[in-house]
């Protein structure tokens, strides 16, 4: 285990609702990475917070928003969804911010199904 | 376009066996490159990390290797165990896009008794 941990671990929207995804971090580390893996590829960057602030984005649209708190935890928020919506949202911890040789823990994922 | 191609795309091996995933990458500029394991349904786990300079790093029965030069690395497992079975993921780090890691598409490993 990692120690990074997601919530919820399956959830089913349908298309036009809004999503929330969470994230704590392992203990000490102060930035969280986003990725989206649709089913049979690698993960896609979509963001990094560090400190509070977002730290790099990937190529997603705005719709895909997201936030760091104070303890570090994160949030993934998606609005609008699509049916390309549906996959596995991964976030990781890493101590300092990316580009570096920090290593970036993956917690288990949120597996989003939109309908 | 910096992408990162992994081949085979599957690899079926018997246990016991050895096997070695590739790993080419037109990623600039060039931070390091990580080969992840990752389970079914899981997030992926760190197997190794290397920069530029690093021509091999072990972890265990894995070994990596990389060619900065020609932008080509390898994964190699040694005598394969049933939970050896996932998908393998070579990840690429950029400078100075804040954190952006750039995964291959995985090599799905299974491994038979």
């Known amino acids: 285990e990692t120690g990074v941990t997601q919530s919820p671990t399956h959830l089913i929207k349908t298309r036009g609702q809004q999503v929330t995804l969470r994230c704590s971090s392992q203990?000490?580390?102060?930035?969280v990475s986003w990725y989206q893996q649709a089913l049979g590829q690698g993960p896609q960057f979509i963001f990094q917070?560090?400190?509070?602030?977002?730290?790099g984005r990937g190529n997603f649209p705005p719709r895909f928003s997201g936030l760091q708190f104070p303890n570090y935890s994160s949030e993934l928020n998606v609005n609008a969804l699509e049916l390309d919506d549906s996959a596995l949202y991964l976030c990781?911890?890493?101590?300092?911010?990316?580009?570096?040789?920090?290593?970036?823990?993956f917690g288990p994922g949120t597996r989003l199904t939109v309908l | 376009k910096n992408q990162v191609e992994q081949s085979p795309q599957s690899l079926i091996i018997l246990e016991g066996k050895n096997c070695t995933l590739q790993?080419?990458?037109?990623?600039?500029?060039?931070?390091?490159l990580r080969w992840y394991k990752q389970d079914t349904g899981r997030g992926p786990v760190s197997l190794t990390i290397?920069?530029?300079?690093?021509n091999t790093k072990s972890n265990g029965r894995y070994t990596a290797t990389l060619d900065a030069d020609t932008k080509q690395s390898s994964l190699h497992i040694t005598a394969s165990q049933l939970s050896d079975s996932a998908s393998y993921i070579c990840?690429?780090?950029?400078?100075?896009?804040?954190?952006?890691?750039?995964f291959g598409q995985g090599t799905e490993l299974s491994v038979k008794p």
């Open positions: 990781a911890s890493s101590l300092g911010s990316g580009g570096s040789y920090n290593e970036q823990f």
């Open positions: 203990s000490g580390h102060n930035t």
């Open positions: 917070y560090y400190r509070e602030e977002e730290n």
């Open positions: 790993c080419n990458y037109t990623v600039s500029p060039f931070s390091n």
């Open positions: 290397m920069t530029f300079s690093e």
């Open positions: 990840v690429v780090s950029v400078i100075g896009q804040g954190g952006k890691l750039i």
